[in-house]
């Protein structure tokens, strides 16, 4: 149970207190207001590219308010920089915030309504909110963190926040319409929800929290993190022989009723500093919980009962939207989240609304591009020194196929102040040279991921590796002897480095999949360089930046021109290997179903569908799919198929023959829409496979699409 159920339990008594009391209390306000404002207006400072400004104005308040913009301020750098150092500094500061805010928040239930700053929520909820905030950031340092039992705490803290979310906003809703119709807010009784957990906390310190892990939750049948992975005996994920931390059977959670309901618009006009900060917030950090979850691949749907419940796309969005209204760091950060949402995550999906059928629904689940410019253009007009905005503006860029325009914007301007920024504009600058295959301009960029980011130092080499390679293929057909000496040189060096520093990050206490991705790949060459006593640069198949741009959707991103180049870099003549070598590595299945799936991407995107449907059909549907399995074959390839199937019936759905009668576009589109839903449906249910999270993504945002679009169209 929250513990803003209290305001719904029992009417306040009427208030006695002497007027020296009032006078004392309207001074706590305004300081609580001064405090809320001076915290937001530093911490925003955060958004312009000053964390330093921010860090040392917050050092200079002693509220909670402060701690929470110094807890973002540090968590932002861990989140930004992936570094665990960072990220162990910012867990200490997350639990000191959240104890400071639990101390305020008791004072003020204390002190009641005598000394609350807002009408329109319950004493303390503004230290709820901290509270919650800090949870929300722990439970992402908690996944990122390399230890296993981190992770499963952090699912546990959602649980947390969402309660303490719920309860806000149910609070809010209910008062703006008891105050809309000339009531004073009452209480209600408890929900079932809010029985169910704890509302206290015990002499010894340990949580009894609203959604807290304790005995009640014990009782119910759900474990802790701890006792969990001591009585665990059930099934484990498959243990890959590297000493990582198995995932404990977890029982899961009760699963939790969300109380507040979501509204159609937003028509609250506020202008007390407490309640602009309760509302954005809630809305921001709410908005951010239901979306995230919804975005948990297929393959990891069984995280989702360890928290109890599940998000709501729709809904996530739409209070995103409404927090970006709010010229303060929570609107700064839901507006930093969309256009992550819009121009990251969605930027590798294919099957989104089409712009004929786009309609107030559609961008839950596509851009909104007039939405998304003002947004970006509200955003830099309020922090104009901040290089995350032009990060985003190139993003946009290239996912409108103007990655010339993209890289202009990240190569020109202000250098960042903060290295986390400057490693994501670099970072997104590496990829933008692959997609357009400047080679030089790749190896380069990713060689400088290794100096500002300690990521992963794999898949830098391995880029640069990648790169490396294409631009001795390109030598070695131009009959540059020397520069084909050096580059063949720079291949062997690379790509030897690479496995040497896999696994120096992990993910939930395990490998990042790319990097187990590049470890396998490596190893496949290798052996085979061996066996047919050629050199690593020799002994590789489909280009490997082809195939890594694929991972990132970058087919999406090209235009023709750079397509048709993709197209030539695919050609099996480029390959250096001797006939013997090349005719051995066409007959490897995986190896032909990797090169007739980046065709097919390609082809899709110059609109031959039947071509790119006929390579699909004969390398990778005709094939046994056994013989993708083995400890260094692709077999992300025949799911990745499958969803290439689907993704070319969305294109023909969303663009039906012209010169057809309405029945007939109906019909066409109703049939094109059920082999997409059939091919999805496919994926969804694929056994375990590497790259299975980097696939699913794009599997399970598609099948959000799919269903927007029937109930649009109003199918059964």
């Known amino acids: 149970m929250s513990r803003l159920a209290g305001w719904f339990r029992s009417s306040a008594k009427p208030d006695d207190a002497s007027v020296s009391d009032a006078e004392s209390s309207r001074d706590n306000t305004a300081k609580e207001m001064e405090d809320i404002d001076d915290a937001m207006n530093s911490a925003g400072l955060i958004m312009n590219d000053d964390i330093d400004g921010a860090w040392e104005h917050l050092q200079k308040g002693d509220s909670s308010f402060h701690q929470l913009g110094l807890a973002v301020t540090i968590f932002m750098r861990s989140v930004l920089g992936f570094e665990k150092s960072v990220m162990t500094e910012t867990t200490t500061k997350l639990d000191e915030c959240e104890a400071r805010a639990l101390n305020d928040y008791k004072k003020a239930q204390r002190h009641g309504k005598a000394r609350a700053g807002s009408k329109l929520y319950p004493p303390g909820t503004e230290y709820e909110l901290v509270r919650a905030e800090t949870q929300l950031m722990g439970a992402v340092v908690g996944v990122l963190h390399e230890s296993l039992i981190e992770a499963m705490k952090s699912f546990y803290k959602l649980r947390k926040a969402f309660l303490t979310l719920d309860a806000i906003i149910a609070a809010e809703d209910k008062a703006l319409a008891e105050m809309a119709n000339g009531q004073q807010p009452q209480q209600v009784a408890k929900t079932d929800d809010e029985k169910n957990e704890t509302d206290s906390k015990t002499d010894d310190g ?73 509302h954005s917030g809630a809305s921001m950090c709410f908005g951010i919980l239901l979306l995230m979850l919804t975005l948990v691949p297929p393959a990891f749907s069984r995280i989702l009962s360890v928290v109890g419940f599940r998000g709501d796309r729709e809904r996530g969005v739409r209070m995103l939207w409404r927090s970006t209204k ?24 294919d099957i989104l609304p089409h712009e004929n059928d786009f309609d107030e629904h559609a961008e839950v689940v596509g851009p909104p591009r ?9 955003m830099r007009t309020r922090y104009p020194d901040s290089r995350l905005w032009r990060v985003e503006e190139a993003r946009q860029h290239s996912n409108e196929n103007q990655l010339s325009k993209a890289i202009e914007i990240l190569t020109t301007g202000k250098t960042p102040k903060m290295k986390q920024v400057a490693a994501a504009n670099n970072f997104e600058l590496s990829i933008s040279y692959m997609f357009v295959q400047n080679w030089n301009g790749m190896r380069d960029a ?21 790169a490396s390679l294409e631009l001795y293929r390109d030598a070695v057909h131009s009959g540059e002897n020397d520069e084909a000496r050096r580059q063949k040189a720079k291949v062997e060096e690379f790509f030897k480095k690479a496995p040497t520093v896999v696994g120096k990050k992990k993910f939930m206490a395990r490998q990042m999949p790319l990097e187990t991705f590049i470890q396998r790949k490596i190893q496949k060459w290798e052996e085979r360089a061996k066996a047919a006593g050629v050199s690593i640069a020799d002994a590789i198949g489909p280009s490997p930046a082809i195939e890594m741009s694929y991972l990132w959707n970058g087919p999406k991103r090209m235009d ?24 051995g590595i066409k007959k490897e299945v995986d190896e032909m179903g990797i090169w007739a799936l980046l065709q097919a991407a390609i082809l899709k995107r110059l609109g031959k569908y039947d071509e790119a449907r006929a390579l699909l059909d004969e390398h990778l549907l005709k094939q046994d799919r056994y013989a993708f399995k083995g400890p260094t074959r692709d077999d992300y390839v025949l799911p990745a198929g499958n969803y290439e199937l689907g993704s070319i019936a969305w294109i023909e759905c969303c663009n039906p023959p012209k010169d057809s ?56």
């Open 206 to 278: 340990s949580s009894s929290e609203p959604g807290s892990i304790d005995a009640k939750d014990s009782s119910s049948g759900l474990q802790t993190p701890a006792s969990a992975m001591e009585s665990s005996t059930g099934t484990t994920t498959p243990d890959n022989g590297s000493g990582d931390e198995k995932l404990p059977e977890v029982r899961p959670a009760t699963p939790l009723q969300v109380r507040s309901k979501p509204t159609d618009s937003d028509n609250v006009v506020l202008d007390n500093p407490l309640d602009i900060f309760v």
């Open 326 to 349: 709010y010229n303060n760091l929570n609107g700064a950060i839901a507006g930093m989240v969309l256009l992550m949402y819009y121009n990251g995550l969605l930027g590798v999906v």
């Open 370 to 378: 007039q939405k998304c410019d003002e947004l970006l253009e509200t």
């Open 446 to 466: 990713f060689l400088r991921c290794l100096e500002v980011n300690d990521w992963s130092p794999a898949l830098y080499y391995y880029m640069a590796g990648s």
């Open 560 to 583: 023709s021109a750079e397509l048709e180049r993709a197209l030539g870099n695919l050609k099996w003549e480029r390959c250096t290997a001797k006939e013997e070598v090349l005719n």
């Open 661 to 716: 009668t309405t029945e007939e576009t109906a019909a066409y589109r109703r049939a094109k829409f059920d082999e997409c839903q059939k091919q999805l449906d496919i994926c969804k249910v694929w056994e375990a496979y590497h790259l299975d999270a980097r696939i699913g993504m794009r599997v399970q945002s598609g099948l959000e699409t799919l269903a927007w679009f029937k109930k649009k169209m109003e199918y059964n």
